[in-house]
């Protein structure tokens, strides 16, 4: 890994909060030098914004800097921005061994950077976002069974009309990527007396029970999963295997007036099938975390769809995101410190690209 006696060198390439750094120390002690330079990263425009203004550069002496640190480093606080692909990482980061992402689904970026059979360690964040993912899925499911746009609208017209509204209890969940997402939406689910089902890799009785979920379904059987359900949430990742996943046939077996939620990526989903089942009815409602492009573009029918709530890829960010992903941080660099590199968490599988 590192030389016996060489300190680790810890390059921070994105924006975090002092006090996560300084936990970061306090792990490393005098093993680690952490290199933390606020100028070098971009501004951000809320809680646990990894990326910053989309026209941040750097001037050319700060780039210089930030190369040189590339250079030093063992371990990485999140990939660079802006590193083209074909490999370059390692021509520039010679000495890197390991990097901590901030987000699940990097699998996508590893193979662009051309890092997929590489030596690098990648761990990511896969885990954090489950429980602010699992409560965006619920509050679409119950904006639409408890009738939300009705009461807004009369609220606003000052009118008392009372009615009855459906429920979510005996309710049928199909739940498409059962990992840690998955599962978080499936507990709850049962929570609300639902039963949740999904498709996954290992479709034995067994997983299914490790899971919390009533049966699993191999994808060979999608389309047989896809017909029973009143709610469909999307929450796999993005791999040659699931790209465009949801095309129209996935559609055309969904029960007439289904509750879709994508929290996945985009790129799972067939865009225009997408618009044409939300304009037929058979999606009554959508909520959507991910698009194809991102941001989405205004010219996009999605954004004026009345059975359409769209978030900016942000369902998964919350207040404690960052101190969430620091504490993955300090237990991996305990162990890449003391060679226990069997031991670290959220170890992504590059080939499988999860």
Not at 147 to 163: K, S
């Amino acid at each position: 890994m590192v030389g016996e006696r060489e300190r680790i060198t810890v390059f921070i390439t994105s924006p975090l909060e002092p006090e996560h750094v300084d936990r970061m120390r306090e792990v490393g002690g005098d093993q680690v030098e952490i290199i933390y330079e606020p100028d070098l990263l971009p501004p951000t425009r809320y809680v646990a914004d990894h990326d910053g203004p989309p026209d941040f550069r750097l001037s050319e002496e700060q780039q210089a800097r930030f190369n040189a640190h590339l250079a030093r480093a063992h371990v990485l606080w999140d990939f660079p921005k802006r590193i083209p692909g074909d490999g370059a990482l390692l021509r520039m980061a010679p000495r890197l061994k390991w990097v901590q992402t901030t987000s699940a689904g990097v699998g996508q970026l590893v193979a662009r950077l051309g890092l997929v059979d590489s030596h690098l360690i990648v761990t990511t964040a896969s885990g954090v976002h489950a429980g602010p993912l699992a409560e965006f899925v619920f509050m679409a499911l119950l904006m639409h069974i408890k009738e939300y746009p009705r009461l807004r609208d009369q609220q606003q017209a000052h009118r008392w009309e009372r009615f009855a509204s459906d429920e979510l209890a005996g309710k049928t969940m199909a739940i498409v990527g059962p990992g840690r997402i998955g599962r978080e939406v499936a507990r709850i689910a049962r929570c609300f007396g639902m039963r949740p089902i999904a498709m996954g890799r290992d479709s034995s009785p067994e997983r299914a029970a490790t899971l919390g979920v009533e049966r699993l379904y191999p994808r060979e059987r999608l389309g047989e999963m896809l017909s029973q359900a009143d709610a469909v949430v999307l929450c796999c990742p993005h791999t040659p295997e699931t790209e465009n996943l949801i095309d129209r046939d996935a559609f055309a077996a969904m029960k007439d007036g289904v509750v879709f939620v994508n929290i996945a990526r985009g790129q799972v989903v067939d865009e225009e099938a997408l618009i044409d089942a939300l304009r037929s009815g058979k999606i009554a409602f959508a909520a959507l975390d991910v698009f194809r492009t991102e941001p989405l573009p205004a010219d996009s029918p999605l954004w004026d769809l009345p059975n359409v709530l769209i978030n900016p890829h942000s369902a998964s960010t919350a207040y404690s995101e960052n101190r969430k992903i620091t504490e993955i941080f300090c237990h991996n660099l305990r162990c890449f410190i003391e060679g226990r590199v069997d031991e670290m968490r959220n170890v992504l599988d590059k080939a499988r690209m999860y």
